[in-house]
């Protein structure tokens, strides 16, 4: 089990100081140029690498060496063919990366494209194997023209220089490369990169502008001597981002003249020169340099020197969201603690140790008692402040304990290993007394309550989700029974959960007195985390227990019909609210809502009917509707299901099909029937791109929903990981805790407002 | 034809059949072990190699004799029971071999037949250039003829430097075509030099290559056993095979900070050793999960030793195994390379075992592995060998693993 989802493509920026040692040390060119294709070629687990100039192949690997002037390079490297038929692999993709304006890197790697972040590594390697190459060539050529004419001498010393220089420049790489994989502050790598480029270039102005909001302290600017610090004087912070802007959009990318406005309004000619920076690809800004000049002079600017300094700062702002989305993945940012996917990860551990030594676990379930009503009467600011409040007190406790986490919302968990009921209670008392101790800020909340469930595994009896629900039913018998205060999970406890018939009463009264409410998950375009739609979720507003959670009480509404109801109570209210929003001035006009439609509703002879009344009542139009069904509708009778099927398209809505990949996934179905979206369940979600889940099956299905012109959404993100490997794999939309959990009317609206932020 | 056939077939009442064309007809390959724990070097090469040499028209015998023995005197042995045949080798701190684990003993694999063709070579002081090495040790397979099949043995000594230059040398000489496995010998401390042994040869810092071609499939099974535990941690500073810095702390420190181990530990070797091996590093490649063993630490410095390197800036993981998630892993390692072969049955299997995987079996282990493989392998024979790293590249360049059990099948 390995639930880490870790990107695999820090890696191969790691690899770039290794890279440049590699590099620097060979000696001569051939040993450059072999070694150094291997080594790219690795760093990305590509089979095939080249270094294609001017239409020869200097060095390639993935063929056999007799095999490495193959014609079929060339024309990767000229842009003729995508193809590489390769011997003992066949036939692979292949592209060419452009090194500088002669120089082509071809790489080809079996199964699985390079992504952007991995061809601009490929870029930022290819430039410094072509300059090693021509500083050995030069010293080579020196070599032997020292020994042919000793009057070349002034010649080969100037070329000497030049070698000088550009090892020069290699090591300057060598120090912004070290830096970043160091994980130094991006701030002071950027500073790095301007301060090495004015020395370097021999310019007198260096700047890195970049347009990354919510990054502060980002912007770099070094200048070399007077002349430098006066043309920083004359510029304006305007001129400055203008620049960094036209660096950024390729406009700077031949070294160019241009005036630069200084006092009394005399303005004096420079020279400017930039390249864009990135961030993942995505163009974030630019770096610039410029240097007086001299009207009629000729320009010469090393641009291929500036596109790596730009490169650099690409690297390390692309290496340091990087490492943010690590972190992220694994805490919670309010709190600190570490989040569900962590702790569960380590309650998995837990479990499989304790089996090995035979020792007992306990599981503390937290919930805040009266949460709602703090943020509702004091704001959200004291609703945080609550719970970073409550994070620290746990924080305080920890030798107690091995882990804690917020699980979400008011939701904390605590793990003990190796203990016993007696400690895992004393703990849950202590924690109680602390968390009550806290006091917020002034006219807020004070002396918080909590409800904490606990329940013991014994080593080899429960599984990891079996514990947690213990410790949840546990935990609801607090809130059961007046909250404030500790229950242990007994027998008698998980008995006395209402059984299905009290509960169909129960379900009625609630649905009479109103208690269902709906909560929405938004669905998140992820080329651009717009929302473009809501997931209508049902919840239970039991005054007894709280928000009851579905899976509490959704099974026994199906077994007794109730879900027919429920689910129109639901279809009424989501789409009344969705007609609303969608006309709420320019909030949200295109807003499309999804609700779920259980197979026993399916079943009713009104359906059609039914959904077209709540349309017509509601004002939202058809188009805005999407009912979700799952594949277990059409185990029952599928040709009926069909048939009601094509009578809800009928009236203009769309379909999807929910949880796709846990049932029997028939293919048959899906082309059979009209769905429009195709939802892939969260299990294959989960882990994406770490070593337990590679993504092979998401992307197959990926594949299948494109084929079928199908809207792909993918359900259950929780890490940004997980996310960048879906939009590496094409999926277009997702829903998940990342972007939000499900929330109600009210908190939908703030969210619509100011849009889906991934929190730092 | 009839004599043809009839040779054939007697060869397949020892090496079983295959299915070809959908008829099932003769194997014209087979593969046999043997073994001894003479302690006079010579006759124990002698015996193992002429209970392995077991077919007509010997292409190839492999030796694996325990440090203690004389390898030259070994190979002398085995040259009067297999004279003429191509001879490779390694003296070992440990051979592999189904139905015994010999500690210290001279094991023999030997394969041949008119289905297979082989070819070797030995490249000295490898160490002065490991990538040139790799390369030359890479031209021998331009010296066997093309079978369908093939795949390029290299038996190194793990002394000569980092073991994933050597594979990056092969690599450019002849690219994605042919796959690469083997060893690299495990240093023995209080015994004989370890060595490489090629055509009654014995040599050190050398690399012995094989190509072996073959007319039906074979399988590589490559797989360690090992899951990742906790937090990723990352490696920030790092030179060589010598890690000096974790998440910006002493390396040492952190390291045993995560293990949950005393500070006090660093001071005693060979109880840092004894827990490091329970504890490899992993690192995330974009294919696989590869584990870096920790062989030592320096106090000093508070360093860790690696056997390879980890380039900085890489997110690593503690990882984590014990008897039965590493004897999963060798059952995994051979299943897979059986399963390769498709519908033919294995002739037997080489094996490259690394010695920290020895260690956390025990000797008890070592038997239950036995007992475990035989749903797999049934009566296969099975030689091998304990390494200080393992080859096997399958797909892009990197083929150097630690702690992995590598295997190989031959149909």
Same mark, same amino acid.
């Given at each position: ?41 690795? &760093? !990305?687990? *590509?089979?095939?690498?080249? %270094? /294609?100039?001017?239409?020869?192949? =200097?060095?390639? +690997?993935?063929?056999? $060496? ?54 601009? &590594? !490929?870029? *930022?390697?290819?430039?410094? %194997? /072509?300059?090693?190459?021509?500083? =050995?060539?030069? +010293?080579?050529?020196? $070599? ?617 | ?411």
């Amino acid at each position: 089990m390995n639930a880490f989802a870790v990107s695999p493509s820090p890696v191969s920026a790691a690899e770039l100081p290794e890279f440049l040692a590699m590099i620097s040390a060979a000696t001569t060119v051939e040993g450059a140029i072999s070694s150094g294709v291997v080594r790219l070629a690795e &760093s !990305v687990d *590509a089979e095939v690498a080249a %270094l /294609v100039r001017g239409g020869e192949v =200097l060095g390639a +690997v993935g063929y056999s $060496r007799e095999l490495v002037q193959h014609p079929d390079l060339r024309a990767v490297a000229m842009g003729w063919s995508h193809r590489l038929d390769v011997p003992g692999l066949g036939v692979v993709d292949a592209v060419p990366v452009g090194v500088d304006d002669e120089t082509t890197v071809v790489v080809a790697r079996e199964h699985e494209p390079l992504d952007a972040e991995e061809l601009s &590594s !490929v870029r *930022a390697m290819g430039r410094v %194997l /072509v300059l090693t190459i021509r500083l =050995l060539e030069t +010293v080579e050529r020196q $070599r032997a023209t020292s020994l042919v004419a000793e009057r070349q001498m002034a010649e080969n010393e100037s070329l000497l220089a030049r070698a000088r220089a550009q090892g020069r420049m290699l090591e300057s790489n060598l120090r912004v490369q070290r830096l970043i994989s160091q994980r130094q502050p991006v701030d002071e790598i950027l500073q790095a990169i301007t301060d090495e480029a004015c020395e370097l270039l021999k310019a007198d102005l260096v700047g890195i502008q970049l347009d990354a909001p919510g990054i502060p302290g980002i912007n770099a600017i070094s200048t070399a001597g007077e002349v430098g610090e006066r043309m920083l004087r004359a510029l304006s912070s305007e001129h400055l981002v203008s620049l960094g802007r036209q660096a950024a959009d390729g406009a700077l990318h031949s070294a160019r003249m241009m005036a630069l406005p200084v006092h009394g309004d005399v303005a004096a000619p420079v020279t400017v020169c930039g390249a864009p920076v990135c961030n993942n690809g995505v163009s974030m800004g630019g770096l610039f340099l410029m240097s007086p000049t001299k009207v009629g002079a000729s320009i010469h600017v090393d641009t291929a020197a500036v596109e790596t300094f730009a490169g650099q700062a690409s690297i390390a702002l692309t290496d340091a969201s990087t490492v943010h989305e690590l972190h992220h993945a694994f805490h919670d940012t309010l709190t600190g603690l570490a989040n569900r996917a962590l702790f569960l990860d380590r309650l998995d551990h837990a479990l499989a140790m304790a089996e090995r030594r035979g020792s007992a676990t306990a599981l503390l379930f937290i919930d805040l008692d009266h949460f709602k009503s703090v943020n509702d009467s004091f704001g959200h600011a004291a609703g945080d402040e609550l719970l970073r409040q409550v994070g620290a007190a746990l924080d305080r406790s920890q030798s107690a304990y091995e882990s804690a986490a917020r699980l979400g919302g008011d939701e904390f968990a605590v793990l003990m290993e190796d203990t016993t009921p007696e400690q895992a209670l004393a703990l849950a008392a202590t924690l109680q007394q602390s968390i009550r101790a806290l006091e917020g800020p002034e006219r807020s909340w004070s002396s918080p309550t909590s409800s904490i469930g606990v329940a013991m595994a014994e080593p080899g009896e429960v599984t990891r989700d079996e514990l947690m629900r213990l410790a949840d039913i546990a935990m609801y018998s607090v809130k059961h029974r007046g909250r404030s205060d500790v229950a242990m999970y007994s027998q008698p406890m998980g008995r006395t959960r209402p059984d299905n018939r009290g509960v169909a009463n129960r379900l009625q009264v609630a649905l009479d007195r109103g208690e269902f409410v709906v909560h929405y998950q938004p669905l998140i375009s992820l080329r651009d985390r717009a929302v473009t739609g809501i997931e209508a979720l049902v919840r239970w507003e039991d005054p007894d227990r709280g928000l009851v959670p579905p899976f509490e009480f959704i099974p026994a509404a199906e077994e007794t019909g109730m879900i027919v109801d429920i689910g129109l109570e639901v279809l009424r209210q989501a789409a009344t609210a969705t007609a609303r929003l969608r006309l709420d001035g320019d909030l949200a006009p295109d807003l499309k809502v999804s609700v779920n439609l259980s197979a026993l509703q399916l079943e009713q002879d009104g359906i059609v009917d039914d959904v077209a009344a709540e349309l017509q009542s509601s004002g939202l139009p058809t188009h805005a509707l999407t009912l979700e069904v799952t594949e277990s509708l059409f185990l029952v009778d599928a040709e009926a299901s069909g048939r009601k099927l094509e009578s809800l398209k009928g009236l203009g809505v769309d379909l999807a099909i929910d949880d796709f990949g846990t049932g029997f996934s028939s293919l048959q179905y899906i082309q059979r029937y009209p769905f429009d979206v195709l939802k892939i369940d969260r299990s294959f979600i989960t882990g994406l791109g770490s070593a337990a889940n590679s993504g092979a099956v998401v992307k197959n299905m990926l594949a299948l929903g494109r084929e079928m012109s199908m809207t792909t959404v993918a359900e259950g993100i929780e890490t940004p990981l997980e996310l960048a490997q879906l939009r590496a794999l094409r999926c277009s939309h997702g829903q998940g805790y990342l972007f939000s959990k499900p929330i109600d009317l009210e908190s939908l609206t703030r969210l619509l407002q100011r849009g889906i932020r991934i929190e730092a | 034809m009839l004599n043809v056939l009839a040779e054939e077939t007697l060869v397949a009442s020892e090496a079983g059949v295959e299915t070809s064309g959908g008829e099932r007809r003769p194997s014209t390959r087979w593969f046999g072990v043997g073994r001894s724990i003479d302690p006079d070097s010579r006759l124990a090469g002698a015996e193992a190699a002429s209970h392995a040499n077991r077919g007509p028209t010997p292409g190839l015998v492999v030796v694996f004799a325990s440090a203690g023995h004389d390898l030259k005197e070994v190979a002398a042995g085995v040259a009067e029971a297999a004279p003429g045949v191509e001879m490779v080798g390694v003296a070992t701190s440990g051979e592999v071999l189904a139905g015994d684990e010999a500690r210290r003993g001279v094991a023999v694999a030997a394969l041949g037949g008119p289905g297979f063709s082989v070819a070797t070579s030995v490249t000295s002081a490898a160490s002065s250039d490991l990538f040139r090495a790799g390369a030359r040790a890479a031209e021998v397979c331009a010296g066997a003829p093309e079978r369908p099949h093939r795949v390029l043995m290299m038996l190194s000594d793990s002394r000569s430097g980092d073991q994933q230059e050597l594979v990056r040398g092969a690599y450019a000489e002849v690219g994605a075509s042919i796959p690469i496995v083997g060893g690299a010998t495990a240093e023995d401390p209080g015994h004989a030099p370890t060595g490489q042994l090629h055509n009654g040869e014995a040599h050190s810092d050398a690399v012995v290559s094989v190509i072996i071609g073959s007319d039906a499939p074979i399988g590589i099974g490559v797989r360690h056993g090992w899951t990742s535990v906790g937090e990723p941690m990352l490696i920030s500073r790092s030179e060589g095979t010598e890690l000096l810095e974790i998440d910006g702390a002493p390396a040492l420190e952190r390291y045993l900070r995560a293990l949950g181990a005393p500070p006090s530990l660093a001071e005693d070797s060979d109880a840092f050793v004894e827990l490091a091996m329970l504890h490899p590093l992993g690192i995330r490649r974009r294919r696989s999960e590869e584990v870096r063993f920790v062989g030592g630490c320096d106090p000093a410095r508070g360093s860790l030793r690696l056997v390879a390197g980890i380039p900085d800036g890489t997110p690593a993981w503690l990882m984590e195994g014990d008897g039965a998630s590493v004897m999963a892993g060798t059952i995994a390692s051979c299943r897979e390379a059986v399963d390769a072969l498709g519908p033919f049955d294995p002739q037997g299997l080489l094996m490259f075992d690394c010695i920290a995987r020895r260690s956390v079996l025990g000797v008890d282990g070592l038997d239950s592995k036995l007992v475990a493989l035989a749903p797999t392998l049934g009566d296969t024979p099975v030689a091998g060998f304990y390494t200080a790293g393992e080859f096997a590249r399958l797909r892009g360049v990197r083929g150097f693993h630690n702690q992995t059990l590598v295997s190989l099948a031959f149909a």
